[in-house]
T-cell receptor, first 112, second 119 residues
């Protein structure tokens, strides 16, 4: 079963606004990663944050990790139409033999 | 960055036939490959972990006789869906990694996926 839970499951915002997606998990992790998937395509890696890190930036992306709450957030600033996609968090679980487990994902739709 | 090639990208077949999906690491040696399955608008479900030269480790609920995995070389793993039925229709995606050290500390490299449609 998948351990990650993203919320919201779907999000529609106007172009230019910021989009925030959250991910919660249940076990101890080595790292947490965020991926993007366009419809019917493979996954594109966005950012990896290690268990001893609290925040990481990459371009318009900002990821936070709170290991005490077992949660992470992905913020996309100044959203663009091209950001429309599904976003998944994935955890490398220490408790599950280091398997990479994906959350349910957030479907983000940027309105022009 | 590392490149993982997955083939075919789309296959349509009749019920009862077997379908083979290939996953190749093009510029690195992959001791481990992961196979995932994804239904429409849902997440990726880990099916099995494939290690070069040994038997694959299947997740609970995944039929190993139904989904045959072979990892005969450091650059190729195959997933064969045997006697496919309409309920096997799904998006299958592989990920190749160099070793345990790399996948626990680095990002995964994914193939582009295979859409299987069983009529």
């Amino acid at each position: 079963s998948q351990q990650g839970e993203e919320d919201p499951q779907a999000l529609s915002i106007q172009e230019g606004e910021n989009a925030t997606m959250n991910c919660s998990y249940k076990t101890s992790i080595n790292n947490l990663q965020w991926y993007r998937q366009n419809s019917g395509r493979g996954l594109v890696h966005l950012i990896l944050i290690r268990s001893n890190e609290r925040e990481k930036h990459s371009g318009r992306l900002r990821v936070t990790l709170d290991t005490s709450k077992k949660s992470s957030s992905l913020l996309i600033t100044a959203s663009r139409a091209a950001d429309t996609a599904s976003y998944f968090c994935a955890t490398c679980s220490v408790d599950r033999d280091d398997k990479i487990i994906f959350g349910k994902g957030t479907r983000l739709h940027i309105l022009p | 960055g590392a490149v993982v090639s997955q083939h075919p990208s789309w296959v349509i077949c009749k019920s009862g036939t077997s379908v083979k999906i290939e996953c190749r690491s093009l510029d690195f040696q992959a001791t481990t490959m992961f196979w995932y399955r994804q239904f429409p608008k849902q997440s990726l479900m880990l099916m099995a972990t494939s290690n070069e030269g040994s038997k694959a480790t299947y997740e609970q609920g995944v039929e190993k006789d139904k989904f045959l995995i072979n990892h005969a070389s450091l650059t190729l793993s195959t997933l064969t869906v045997t006697s496919a039925h309409p309920e096997d229709s799904s998006f299958y995606i592989c990920s190749a990694v160099r070793d345990r050290e790399s996948w626990t500390n680095e990002k995964l490299f994914f193939g582009s996926g295979t859409q299987l449609s069983v009529l």
